[in-house]
């Protein structure tokens, strides 16, 4: 995945990069449908049941705000988690999605 193709702001693609750092270039799925210039929904390639809204929108400059999708919709945590730090959201993407 080139990062720096994607349609996506900056904060955004800086956690790409991370996320790219710490898990390879083929660990995670990008849901090529989401277009919101501000927003990415990950899940892995191993359980696409499991993904991860993040948005940048309606923050604090620098910070994220990240939905957590569930197989069981009821399940979903939306609007709870907001303007988090980068480090945060690395360490919520790597409880929801990695463990």
Known sequence: MNVWAINKDTPLKL????LVHCYGENALALNTREQHFQAIELCTLADSSLAAYIYTFAQSPGRYGID???????????GENENLTLAQILDI???HLFS
């Open 68 to 78: 957590l999708k569930y197989p069981i919709a009821e399940h979903n945590i939306v």
């Open 15 to 18: 956690l790409l990069l991370e």
């Open 93 to 95: 993407i790597a409880s």
